[in-house]
């Protein structure tokens, strides 16, 4: 079950896929955090792209895809995945056709003022990875992962300037991909602007039926 997750940064795209991927048994790929990675070892690649992501650019299509490339051909990839991150350009979407093929496409459609709002109380596990928020989702502990006991800690590239650069990159970039995810695969919309903390937010169970759907007819 191959998926791509779209929305702008703080859509929630890591906070579901980290509630789906053990439901579906596939893994939660993050081209942003294959970037950290490479950052964290100190490749090459990783620090070249640095200075992209600390601007809120974008990462050049050379240094992306061979990254992405090797991370899909990974033994925990070959059934499927929750791909988040990429494709951000139509020209992405389209080497990401060549690929592997698509067989759905789940969108999250966040405003401006939510983002701001979100990113800038996100806090995220360095062990785990796990999301919080510290005015909506707080751990248990102040700076502890509840999950993992892990320290938490704010990502570089949230800051406001940033954070508003990232929000309106993606705006930019999202009609072409819509229509092109219109004609080619399943594209499903989903209003992302509830909290998940709210106990109204359907977005899970949402994200579920689609999913269930699939599967049911692979
Ligand atoms: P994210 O974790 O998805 O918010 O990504 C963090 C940063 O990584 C972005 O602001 C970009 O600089 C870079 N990045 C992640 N995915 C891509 C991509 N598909 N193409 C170009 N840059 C990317």
Do not use: W
């Not at 991150?85 to 020209?91: A, D, Q, S, V």
């Amino acid at each position: 079950m191959k998926i791509v997750l779209l929305g702008a940064p703080g859509a929630g795209k890591g906070t579901y896929a980290s509630r789906l991927k053990d439901t579906y048994n596939i893994p939660h790929i993050s081209t942003g955090d294959v970037l950290r990675e490479a950052i964290k070892n100190k490749t090459e690649a990783g620090l070249k792209a640095k200075i992209y992501m600390d601007k809120g650019d974008f990462v050049p299509d050379e240094i992306i895809i061979d990254l992405l490339k090797e991370r899909l051909n990974q033994d925990d990839a070959k059934t499927g995945m929750l791909l988040d991150g990429f494709p951000r350009t139509i020209e992405q979407a389209k080497i990401l056709d060549e690929i592997i093929g698509i067989k759905a496409v789940l969108k999250f459609d966040i405003n401006k003022d939510v983002v701001l709002r979100r990113l800038g109380g996100r806090l995220i596990c360095k062990g785990c990875g796990e999301i919080f928020n510290k005015h909506k989702l707080p751990p248990k502990q102040e700076g502890i992962c509840d999950l993992c006991e892990n320290q938490l800690h704010q990502r570089e590239d949230d800051t406001e300037e940033t954070i508003i650069k990232r929000y309106d990159l993606y705006q930019n970039q999202i009609s072409p991909l819509e229509e092109h995810y219109k004609k080619t695969n399943n594209l499903h919309t989903l209003d992302s602007n509830i909290d998940l903390s709210d106990p109204e937010c359907k977005v899970l169970e949402n994200c579920k039926i689609i999913l269930d759907n699939i599967k049911s007819k692979l």
